[in-house]
């Protein structure tokens, strides 16, 4: 079994009606609730469809992006570690997220420092190494910070950069498998994959690089009929799921749940 694709949990949390004030680079409308809720539903079935114990926590009015869990956490097999997100309306939701982390992990510890900050969006796990984009939401405090929390837990941190005006590194990356990494040509070319196999998200549809590879499924956004072509036919069995509203907000695949496989 690959430990940084499959996987038996994952926690996610329902959006919450405040979401139409969440956080964005640019805006492109609000996000309709009831969709966003549709597509959320289909999302976790898809998770649930793996055989995976599917986490949904209730929504979190005080935290407009709350939805996006991803960012609280990084899971290890290990332990989890809560993050310090960069963005101050959603640094209170780290702490919210470790009484879940503890229920489920006997390990998890935490980003502390007063200046570290992180996001799990910034965060690709590999089969043999961390990588972490800094980027305007993760500093190299919080990296050093991270880096020192999974060493004896026997991983290896590389810290990576995210393109200027890209929200998170997984904006523009998934894992695919061990070896194997769907990206956008302008992160590819900084040459942070290099000893990878990168499969290139099609021309004019990098808003599909936010993927996830969990157990035997490749679930995508809807929308980006070329890059879902060429995965199919590298023989990934692919799952679209609607990520309209989430898109308004920045959000995508990755950013809806935590996945992990605790060891005890
Ligand atoms: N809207 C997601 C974020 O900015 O964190």
């Known amino acids: 079994m690959s430990a940084s694709y499959h996987f038996t949990h ?157 929200l998170h590194f997984k904006t523009d990356c998934s894992l695919l498998d061990g070896e194997t990494i769907l990206a956008t040509e302008r992160l590819a070319a900084s040459g942070c994959f290099d000893g990878y196999k990168v499969i290139h998200t099609a021309i004019g549809e990098e808003a599909c690089a936010n993927t996830i590879r969990f157990n035997d499924l490749v679930i995508m956004p809807a929308g980006f009929p070329k890059t879902r072509d060429t995965l199919v036919a590298a023989g990934y069995a692919v799952r679209e799921v609607g990520n309209s509203e989430c898109a308004k907000l920045d959000g995508g695949m990755s950013c809806l749940s935590l996945r992990f496989s605790p060891r005890g």
């Open 10 to 166: 994952a926690i996610t949390r329902k959006p919450s009606a405040s979401i139409t004030s969440g956080l964005r680079a640019v805006d492109i409308g609000t996000p309709d609730l009831a969709k966003m809720q549709a597509h959320h539903a289909d999302y976790i079935a898809a998770l649930r469809s793996t055989g995976a114990e599917v986490v949904e926590l209730d929504a979190l009015e005080a935290f407009p992006d709350s939805v996006f869990v991803e960012d609280t956490a990084l899971c290890l097999p290990e332990g989890a570690v809560v993050m310090r997100p960069g963005a101050p309306s959603r640094l209170g939701e780290a702490a919210l997220m470790a009484p879940h982390l503890r229920a489920l992990y006997a390990q998890v510890r935490q980003i502390s420092g007063a200046d570290s900050f992180i996001e799990g969006g910034d965060i690709l796990t590999t089969e043999t190494e961390i990588l972490v984009g800094r980027s305007a939401r993760t500093n190299a405090a919080g990296i050093v910070e991270l880096t020192a929390l999974v060493s004896d837990w026997g991983h290896t941190v590389r810290e990576v950069f995210t393109p200027p005006g890209v």
